[in-house]
Protein backbone atom coordinates (compact mmCIF):
# COMPACT_ATOMS: atom_id res chain seq x y z
CA UNK A 1 0.00 0.00 0.00
CA UNK A 2 1.36 3.44 -0.57
CA UNK A 3 -0.13 6.65 1.59
CA UNK A 4 -0.16 9.91 1.03
CA UNK A 5 -0.83 12.71 3.61
CA UNK A 6 -1.86 15.96 3.10
CA UNK A 7 -3.99 19.02 4.45
CA UNK A 8 -1.44 20.24 6.75
CA UNK A 9 -0.78 24.19 7.14
CA UNK A 10 -0.33 27.36 9.43
CA UNK A 11 -2.94 27.78 11.63
CA UNK A 12 -3.68 29.67 14.57
CA UNK A 13 -4.21 28.54 18.28
CA UNK A 14 -7.15 27.04 18.41
CA UNK A 15 -8.03 26.62 14.81
CA UNK A 16 -8.74 23.89 13.11
CA UNK A 17 -6.80 21.99 10.47
CA UNK A 18 -8.19 18.02 8.55
CA UNK A 19 -5.48 15.64 7.58
CA UNK A 20 -6.46 12.96 4.54
CA UNK A 21 -4.28 10.33 4.09
CA UNK A 22 -5.04 8.46 0.38
CA UNK A 23 -4.03 4.69 0.16
CA UNK A 24 -3.14 3.17 -3.20
CA UNK A 25 -4.18 -0.08 -2.76
CA UNK A 26 -2.41 -3.18 -4.58
CA UNK A 27 -4.01 -6.81 -4.41
CA UNK A 28 -5.75 -6.37 -0.84
CA UNK A 29 -8.78 -4.44 0.19
CA UNK A 30 -7.94 -1.43 2.24
CA UNK A 31 -9.95 -2.28 4.96
CA UNK A 32 -7.62 -5.09 5.86
CA UNK A 33 -4.65 -2.35 7.10
CA UNK A 34 -4.92 -1.21 10.64
CA UNK A 35 -3.88 2.69 10.28
CA UNK A 36 -2.09 5.01 12.78
CA UNK A 37 -1.19 8.59 12.66
CA UNK A 38 1.86 10.21 13.95
CA UNK A 39 3.77 13.21 14.45
CA UNK A 40 7.60 13.77 15.03
CA UNK A 41 8.33 17.19 15.98
CA UNK A 42 11.61 18.97 15.49
CA UNK A 43 14.27 17.24 17.26
CA UNK A 44 11.92 15.08 19.00
CA UNK A 45 11.09 11.36 18.32
CA UNK A 46 7.85 10.24 16.70
CA UNK A 47 5.51 9.89 18.56
CA UNK A 48 1.92 8.38 18.66
CA UNK A 49 -1.45 10.31 17.71
CA UNK A 50 -4.65 8.21 16.86
CA UNK A 51 -5.15 4.41 15.29
CA UNK A 52 -8.34 3.24 13.67
CA UNK A 53 -8.81 -0.17 13.68
CA UNK A 54 -9.66 -2.19 10.36
CA UNK A 55 -13.28 -1.63 10.15
CA UNK A 56 -12.69 1.67 11.98
CA UNK A 57 -15.05 0.60 14.90
CA UNK A 58 -12.29 0.76 17.61
CA UNK A 59 -10.09 3.98 17.72
CA UNK A 60 -7.67 4.90 20.65
CA UNK A 61 -5.89 8.57 21.12
CA UNK A 62 -2.76 9.47 22.66
CA UNK A 63 -3.61 11.75 25.82
CA UNK A 64 -2.17 14.58 24.51
CA UNK A 65 -5.11 15.11 21.81
CA UNK A 66 -7.66 13.06 22.71
CA UNK A 67 -10.96 14.93 22.54
CA UNK A 68 -9.47 18.08 20.67
CA UNK A 69 -8.75 14.80 17.44
CA UNK A 70 -10.81 12.79 15.92
CA UNK A 71 -9.86 10.02 13.59
CA UNK A 72 -12.30 8.34 10.70
CA UNK A 73 -11.68 6.02 7.91
CA UNK A 74 -13.95 5.50 4.64
CA UNK A 75 -12.70 2.08 3.63
CA UNK A 76 -15.20 2.95 0.25
CA UNK A 77 -12.50 5.58 -0.72
CA UNK A 78 -9.24 4.27 0.31
CA UNK A 79 -9.20 7.38 2.82
CA UNK A 80 -8.23 8.26 6.39
CA UNK A 81 -8.85 11.36 8.05
CA UNK A 82 -7.24 13.78 11.02
CA UNK A 83 -9.47 16.50 12.20
CA UNK A 84 -7.63 18.55 14.87
CA UNK A 85 -9.47 21.02 16.76
CA UNK A 86 -8.23 23.73 19.11
CA UNK A 87 -5.08 23.24 17.92
CA UNK A 88 -2.41 24.12 20.37
CA UNK A 89 1.39 25.48 19.83
CA UNK A 90 2.77 22.15 20.74
CA UNK A 91 0.64 20.20 18.32
CA UNK A 92 3.41 21.85 15.63
CA UNK A 93 5.55 18.95 13.69
CA UNK A 94 5.08 16.80 10.74
CA UNK A 95 1.95 14.10 10.47
CA UNK A 96 2.43 10.82 9.39
CA UNK A 97 -0.20 8.28 8.04
CA UNK A 98 0.82 4.51 8.16
CA UNK A 99 -0.73 1.17 8.17
CA UNK A 100 0.08 -2.49 9.19
CA UNK A 101 -1.69 -5.53 8.54
CA UNK A 102 -0.48 -7.19 11.14
CA UNK A 103 -0.90 -5.11 14.30
CA UNK A 104 -0.61 -6.88 17.92
CA UNK A 105 -4.19 -5.76 18.99
CA UNK A 106 -7.35 -4.77 16.99
CA UNK A 107 -5.46 -1.44 16.86
CA UNK A 108 -1.73 -0.16 17.07
CA UNK A 109 0.12 2.91 19.02
CA UNK A 110 3.67 1.21 18.16
CA UNK A 111 5.25 2.97 15.39
CA UNK A 112 7.51 -0.24 15.02
CA UNK A 113 4.05 -2.18 13.80
CA UNK A 114 3.51 0.10 10.85
CA UNK A 115 5.10 -1.38 7.96
CA UNK A 116 4.03 1.45 5.48
CA UNK A 117 4.63 5.04 6.02
CA UNK A 118 3.13 8.54 4.05
CA UNK A 119 5.55 11.32 3.22
CA UNK A 120 4.31 13.30 5.98
CA UNK A 121 2.45 16.73 6.24
CA UNK A 122 3.82 19.81 8.04
CA UNK A 123 1.38 21.70 10.77
CA UNK A 124 2.69 24.88 12.71
CA UNK A 125 0.41 26.25 14.76
CA UNK A 126 1.06 29.82 15.78
CA UNK A 127 0.28 31.22 19.22
Known amino acids: VQLQACGGGLVQAGGSLRLSCAAS??????????IGWFRQALGNEREFVATTSKSGGTIYYADSVRGRFTISRDNAKNMVYLQMDSLKPEDTAVYYC???????????????????WGQGTKVTVSS
Open 25 to 34: VSGRDFSTYT
Open 98 to 116: AATLWASGTVSPHPYEYDY
